[in-house]
């Protein structure tokens, strides 16, 4: 793709801040040397915050025209990201949070992957650093998005690039807290989603992270939508099917072997797309879920022997030694044996 020439659209990127003196100026200057050059930068400040965010901000507006601070009396991120959204005059929108990082190509990337492939709502994968560290995943195909949805956010709001024209139809819910898993979970089925294949951002892990603070809320928005978003995904679906899936997501033992296959089934079914990373976390799910349905016994050992090859994966000889020992000592999850065994697996594996 040709940088900066006059028939290359114009990206706003909303950028919401608060409280983020130490984080802020790494952010905009991430975006200011984005190799993508047609580009505005719309920072909407809010103007509870306590520290110098907003003066940094003011500082690098006077330095370089791009740069739109806005400045709104106190609110939630989403109404921020909406007011970015309505003062924006690009034909995408690109969002970003206060304390991450841009990889200098992730515009330009994300854009001609677009173009190539027809999806209008992108997002990437990410490296994480500062208090946690490692790459995190995202599915590439916009089936594999949908399928993963029902778990987890499945494109990263900071590393998404949305055609305007969907941003400003489709605004955040400013009641919720986890308005942008709400509103993926709404429009999927309208819009072509995809994740560029590659790391075009790094988030930074610290404890005032929103999440973190607001974790309760967080979880119990994402059941809320996660339900409605399963029966609106497959309409034909019973309410135990969509029970059996909300105990994988939550992480919650099954109540019956009966229960646990239906459980598996499910997460076979989402499994089948032509993304194998997808297919593994769904495998490693259905493992998960055994291991914490251990107390049912040995029934629970053979129910998972039954589904597992059906994940076409090869089969782990040593974690299915491990689950059958738990099974037949009728674990229940976080108990102290079992509490103690992952100990001393966890110690030899490192060995």
Same mark, same amino acid.
């Given at each position: 793709?040709?940088?900066? %020439?006059?028939?290359?659209?114009?990206?706003?990127?909303?950028?919401?801040?608060?409280?983020?003196?130490?984080?802020?100026?790494?952010?905009?200057?991430?975006?200011?040397?984005?190799?993508?050059?047609?580009?505005?930068?719309?920072?909407?400040?809010?103007?509870?915050?306590?520290?110098?965010?907003?003066?940094?901000?003011?500082?690098?507006?006077?330095?370089?025209?791009?740069?739109?601070?806005?400045?709104?009396?106190?609110?939630?991120?989403?109404?921020?990201?909406?007011?970015?959204?309505?003062?924006?005059?690009?034909?995408?929108?690109?969002?970003?949070?206060?304390?991450?990082?841009?990889?200098?190509?992730?515009?330009?990337?994300?854009?001609?992957?677009?173009?190539? =492939?027809?999806?209008?709502?992108?997002?990437?994968?990410?490296?994480?650093?500062?208090?946690?560290?490692?790459?995190?995943?995202?599915?590439?195909?916009?089936?594999?998005?949908?399928?993963?949805?029902?778990?987890?956010?499945?494109?990263?709001?900071? =590393?998404?690039?949305?055609?305007?024209?969907?941003?400003?139809?489709?605004?955040?819910?400013?009641?919720?807290?986890?308005?942008?898993?709400?509103?993926? =979970?709404?429009?999927?089925?309208?819009?072509? %989603?995809?994740?560029?294949?590659?790391?075009?951002?790094?988030?930074?892990?610290?404890?005032?992270?929103?999440?973190?603070?607001?974790?309760?809320a967080f979880r119990d928005e994402q059941r809320r939508y996660s339900l409605l978003y399963f029966h609106a995904l497959f309409p034909d679906a019973t309410a135990e099917d969509a029970r059996a899936c909300a105990h994988v997501t939550d992480g919650e033992p099954l109540a019956s072997p009966a229960d646990l296959k239906r459980a598996g089934t499910?997460?076979?079914?989402?499994?089948?797309?032509?993304?194998?990373?997808?297919?593994?976390?769904?495998?490693?799910?259905?493992?998960?879920?055994?291991?914490?349905?251990?107390?049912?016994?040995?029934?629970?050992?053979?129910?998972?022997?039954?589904?597992?090859?059906?994940?076409?994966?090869?089969?782990?000889?040593?974690?299915?030694?491990?689950?059958?020992?738990?099974?037949?000592?009728?674990?229940?999850?976080?108990?102290?044996?079992?509490?103690?065994?992952?100990?001393?697996?966890?110690?030899?594996?490192?060995?």
């Amino acid at each position: 793709m040709s940088i900066g %020439l006059p028939d290359d659209p114009l990206i706003s990127v909303v950028l919401p801040v608060y409280n983020r003196e130490r984080y802020v100026a790494d952010t905009i200057q991430s975006i200011l040397a984005q190799t993508y050059a047609p580009l505005e930068l719309i920072v909407v400040v809010d103007d509870g915050s306590t520290d110098g965010s907003a003066r940094i901000v003011r500082e690098f507006a006077a330095r370089d025209a791009r740069i739109h601070p806005l400045f709104l009396s106190q609110g939630s991120q989403w109404r921020a990201r909406n007011a970015g959204v309505a003062l924006s005059k690009g034909e995408y929108i690109a969002h970003m949070d206060d304390d991450d990082v841009a990889l200098p190509d992730r515009l330009a990337a994300q854009l001609d992957w677009m173009r190539r =492939t027809g999806v209008e709502i992108c997002g990437g994968n990410i490296k994480k650093f500062g208090a946690e560290n490692g790459l995190m995943w995202f599915p590439e195909t916009h089936q594999a998005i949908c399928h993963e949805l029902l778990f987890r956010i499945a494109l990263f709001l900071p =590393t998404a690039l949305i055609r305007a024209d969907i941003a400003r139809a489709h605004p955040y819910d400013e009641s919720l807290v986890y308005s942008d898993y709400a509103m993926l =979970t709404q429009i999927a089925h309208r819009y072509r %989603l995809g994740n560029l294949p590659q790391i075009v951002l790094k988030s930074r892990y610290h404890p005032q992270q929103i999440h973190v603070i607001h974790h309760n809320a967080f979880r119990d928005e994402q059941r809320r939508y996660s339900l409605l978003y399963f029966h609106a995904l497959f309409p034909d679906a019973t309410a135990e099917d969509a029970r059996a899936c909300a105990h994988v997501t939550d992480g919650e033992p099954l109540a019956s072997p009966a229960d646990l296959k239906r459980a598996g089934t499910w997460l076979v079914r989402l499994a089948q797309t032509p993304d194998r990373f997808l297919c593994r976390q769904m495998a490693n799910r259905w493992y998960v879920v055994c291991r914490r349905s251990a107390h049912l016994g040995l029934g629970c050992y053979r129910v998972y022997r039954q589904i597992a090859p059906q994940f076409e994966l090869p089969p782990d000889r040593r974690a299915h030694q491990k689950l059958w020992l738990l099974c037949a000592l009728r674990l229940k999850a976080g108990s102290r044996l079992e509490s103690w065994l992952k100990l001393v697996w966890n110690a030899a594996r490192r060995q």
